[in-house]
């Protein structure tokens, strides 16, 4: 994202606001810095939810082991009380993971179109943009959606070929007897 | 069917990919922002790294063949490396499918059919070679990576210059796979089959370019 922005204001110390910028031109910089914000900002949120998924699936299968140890001491009545804590804690963390990619998904909506994230378009990037906004989008990346950038009729010519090619494979095996004892040719 | 496929296979690396990868050369330098050495030439080089990658997974893959029939080596990596290094071919190639250099109407089909009757053999070969491991999991696997790679295609947008070179590296495998399919003489391959298909389909090809 900071590249993108630099390359769009230029590197860091370009005055910001040089002499004959008009106004519109100035609030599309500072709308593009906090769009920019709000997006980092997001990502942090569904880094910290995913911690938090994360730490609550293991403290399930941990805190499971560890109540089947005082089971098998006879520490322990309830029989099936490993089993509903462990299970109570992995959905916990799976319901954290969702609610936050929703929550994730919900902000990103809410913003205008933003870039291609930076570190895939830096790996697939040979140049600058045309538009010299900076550089090629890599993974159209889209408030309504990645699928809401592409061409419908095009995708469906292109998935029925590539259904095709999946059929070629499951479907195959049946075809080749008849393919070869068909065969005209010298081996 | 298997042969008359690697016949149009054939054909179509020779007379379509081939003037193709001279557009690719030309895509190549024009898509980078300073001039390019040699002018592009890599395009072909990138062609021979396909062709030798292929080549190398095919002789890897005989190497892990014979341990595995001495009984020296752990069995099945044979099949899982030859069901991923055509998992990736395949993967590639319906990427391609949304990423063409030239775009043509008459391109897509043109590239499908071709590409489906190289797949059918393929999975002849794959079939031959591992038998019931290939037709339980193995068949999936490659079945699965061609929506993928679609799916991948249909999402994702790369500079021309990096279509270029893809394009170049998946001529040299076509190449490299189509001769490992039907060139050798225990694969059983018919010769007038392959004749009929490649100059067929070749001279089909020359008009619509």
Redesign the interface.
Known sequence: MNAWINRRLGPPGTPRAPEGRSSTLLAEDRTLLATGRTLMAADRSLMAWIRTSLSMLSFGFTIYKLLQGFQESGELKREQSPRTIGLFMTALGTFAMVAGVMEYWNTLKQLPPVPPHPPLAAL?????GDDGLGP?????HHPQG??SG?DTS??L???A??????????V??R??P???S?????? | ???FGSGIACAYVFVHLMPELHGTRQALAA???APLRFEGKSVYFVALLGFLMYYGLEHLRSGVRKHEAEGTGPSGRSFRLHVAGFAAY?GV??FL??HALEPARSS?PL??GT??VH??SV??AL?EEHGEAY?RRG??A???M??A??AA???????R??LALVVAFVSGAVIMNSSIMELPEEK????????VGGLAYGLALIPLG
């Not at chain 1, 070929?161 to 499951?170: E, G, H, K, P």
């Open positions: 697939l990037r040979v140049r600058a090629v989008p890599v993974l159209q990645v699928l592409v095009g995708a010519a292109t998935g070929a590539a259904l095709l090619f999946a059929l070629t494979f499951l195959g095996g075809l080749h008849l393919a070869r068909s065969g005209t040719g010298a081996s | 069917m298997i042969s898509s980078s922002s395949v190639m319906a499918l949304s897509l590239y499908a590409i489906a797949f059918l999975d002849h079939r037709e068949r999936i490659l079945a699965a061609c929506l790679g679609w295609g249909v999402v994702t947008e790369i500079p210059g990096v059983d391959g018919r010769f007038v089959p392959f004749l």
